[in-house]
């Protein structure tokens, strides 16, 4: 009681005076988490963020785990304090299912805790706390292996649920296969019995995801190259047993180095003599270092090269599971030696070593950056764009990301209210159209690129407005015929857009009022007839437009702002989401599920016996 109090306080201050700031939570998750926040804190679902790159989808979008439980502390706390705790609370979690996994495996506490320990220390562990929607795995792939040993199908649902509102597809297709080969064919009955509640649990993010995955740079399948891309090299396997060969805390390295998704690897040199015993977890994680190797294993690379298959990506992530096994035959291994003490040292003491220099933590004051706000409804309002990049090259990782809290730097400073030009997508959730069009205008003049340069903290010249009529519009049904008008000497957007339609010339009318209310837009028009109405927006075929009770057409123009055609003066209303009646529904049953599964889990704690034909036995060397 007093130790897991201790446990608490201290990762209350860990959270609110730190900010886990390092790689992807700098660039995409941090700032999206309080966009998001706040639309909870309104009561709604976070649909649509109006901040990063030109507007981009919230909900459905697989970094942001817009349905996880966990979510409920962004209306409790601040932002970065609800954020730090999401990665506290997971590698808690982490310590203590693992600690449950191993006394499932029949080792005694001090064993357990041993493992445990060595787990929540280990270079993968605090690699993931880089990660938002990663570190999920920390907690959910033992969970998943708990549920197999107790032959428990609500847990494994439970699980696997999770594992789908986190909507990381590796780290869940690599669950699954670890589970299946520990758990042999005795545990498919439970697997099969699992699947249906998974499904329900992750229900909210499918329904959601699926509204949205055909209009996001996702719908193209990665390159083989881009698929393979964080594959374990050799020195890094041996960094799982020896030490951190590569480095630490460094995001600026070149060659090799810089292909890789976790900051280290080392788990310790225990894990040799744990692996010669004849065990499932073993077996498990060969074929998971098999997996992990990527381009250098034959089999994997052929696997890459099947269109179908490339729609995951970085073996380096079944280092999780990995790891996870792999703790669980040192607890075993531990149990049975006779040199326990040696061993906790050689071991505990460069984990701790490790860690300390891995951790990516640092103190929140240098990234609690101004708040800045732009009025929407200031005439010719535009949209700020910073240039991406190293601002200092070669820097240790602290100062850097530091520096580039000062300059608002994409897309970190739409947590304070800055907002932002196309820019490249930090996470492939971007309109696949955006992407064209930062491909094709990132080289351009000036003048032909004005929605896409940056006034450094104001309105770009020349900007256009966030809604206008169109006065007219010039056909054109294909990517390259819009890039080919968009290109053309004199071509003004402000007086032209180009639209899949046919020749289209707007009644004489005006905008007269542009209103963002949470995430709903209301747009108030004037028109003598029917008009083409130009908001600047990220178009997606997700977007509804209604007026007096009617739908309205929209169309993309000018590659990926989103067009409506309205009939006449009118109040339009924007929101963002066909399917959000089905995933409010869902999301509310899947809560409801949650809860009634643990309770039937805390109520029915029986023990549960599995069998372990010729296990654990040494091999044969």
Known sequence: ??????????????????????????????????????????????????????????????????????????????????????????IIAGWVIVRALCRARGVSDRSATFAATVYALSGVVVSTTAFYNLITAVALIPLALLGMERKSWRLIGVAFGLMLLAAEPVTLAAAALTVAICGGLAIWPQLLRAIPLATAIGLPQIIAYLDIAGDTERAVRFSARTVLTTSLTPVRVAELFLWPFSGFLN?????????????????????????????????????????????????????????????????????????????????????????????????????????????????????????????????????????????????????????????????????????????????????????????????????LKRRYIRIAGGITPGALPYAFIVPRTIPAHSIHEVVTVLEQPGFDEHATAVAPLKNFVSAPGRVVAYREQGQTIEIDVEAAGPVLLFVNQTYFKAWVARADGQTLKTVPLDLDRMGVLVPGSARITLTFGRCRGFVVAAWIASSLLLLAVFAVEVRDRRPRQVERPADEEPLAV
């Not at 790689?23 to 649909?47: C, L, M, Q």
């Open 1 to 90: 009681m007093i130790a897991g109090l201790v446990v608490a306080v201290a990762a209350l201050l860990v959270a609110w005076l730190g900010f886990f700031f390092f790689r992807d939570n700098f660039s995409t998750h941090y700032a999206a988490k309080v966009v998001s926040a706040e639309a909870f804190r309104n009561g709604e679902i976070p649909w649509w963020n109006f901040y990063d790159s030109g507007g981009q989808p919230l909900a459905g979008n697989p970094n942001l785990l817009t349905f996880y439980p966990d979510n409920i502390l962004y209306l409790l706390l601040p932002g970065h304090v609800a954020f730090n705790l999401h990665f506290l609370i997971h």
């Open 251 to 447: 995001d600026n390295m070149v060659g090799e180095e810089s292909l890789r998704l976790f900051s280290t690897l080392f788990l310790g040199v225990i894990a040799i003599p744990a692996l010669f015993r004849k065990s499932r977890y073993n077996a498990a994680a060969l074929v998971l270092l098999l997996i992990a190797i990527g381009r250098y294993n034959p089999l994997i690379r052929w696997l890459a090269e099947l269109e179908s298959l490339r729609i995951m990506r970085y073996p380096e992530k079944f280092a999780l599971p990995l790891v996870v096994v792999l703790v669980v035959s040192i607890a075993v291994y531990f149990e049975r030696t006779r040199f326990k003490l040696p061993w906790a040292v050689v071991t505990l003491v460069p984990l701790l070593v490790v860690a300390w220099k891995t951790l990516p933590i640092d103190w929140y004051a240098p990234y609690a950056v101004a708040e800045v706000r732009q009025d929407a409804n200031a005439p010719g309002a535009g949209r700020i764009h910073v240039a991406p990049g190293m601002v200092l090259p070669g820097a240790p990782a602290r100062v850097e990301y530091r520096r580039r809290a000062e300059l608002y730097m994409p897309n970190f400073g739409s947590a304070a209210g800055v907002r932002y030009a196309v820019e490249r997508s930090a996470d492939g959730m971007h309109s696949l159209f955006s992407r064209i069009a930062t491909e094709r205008f990132g080289p351009a003049p000036l003048e």
